[in-house]
Nanobody, 122 residues
Framework: QVQLVESGGGLVQAGGSLRLSCAAS????????MGWYRQAPGKEREQVAT???????NYAASVKGRFTISRDDVKKVLYLQMNTLTPDDTAVYYC????????????????WGQGTQVTVSS
């Protein structure tokens, strides 16, 4: 069973840093684009950062210069380094990946993790 599991969330003071990880597991043929999204209470889920299989990254304007997305394709792990955090960054962070499971379908599927809570205190 293919799945994504996030870790690294927690409580941090404003100005602090956190590093989120998202590990893909299961029988996977290939991994394409990956990304991080977040959802704050009462708000819609928004894209935070994405990274292609070639390593090209894109960031939301609100996090550009503070967050860095990266991936380890050998370990099949996605990272999000978050610096200079503010209370506005408080949200549940979700990772997503487009993956080709090693089954008979040969279909690419968008997988989502269960989310990890990030809380930034002022």
């Amino acid at each position: 069973q293919v799945q994504l599991v996030e870790s690294g969330g927690g409580l941090v003071q404003a100005g602090g840093s956190l590093r989120l990880s998202c590990a893909a597991s299961g029988n996977i043929r290939a991994v394409d684009d990956m990304g991080w999204y977040r959802q704050a209470p009462g708000k819609e889920r928004e894209q935070v950062a994405t990274i292609t299989d070639g390593g090209r990254a894109n960031y939301a304007a609100s996090v550009k210069g503070r967050f860095t997305i990266s991936r380890d394709d050998v370990k099949k792990v996605l990272y999000l380094q978050m610096n200079t955090l503010t209370p506005d960054d408080t949200a549940v962070y979700y990772c997503t990946a487009k993956m080709l499971p090693a089954d008979r379908s040969w279909r690419w599927i968008d997988y989502w993790g269960q989310g990890t809570q990030v809380t930034v205190s002022s």
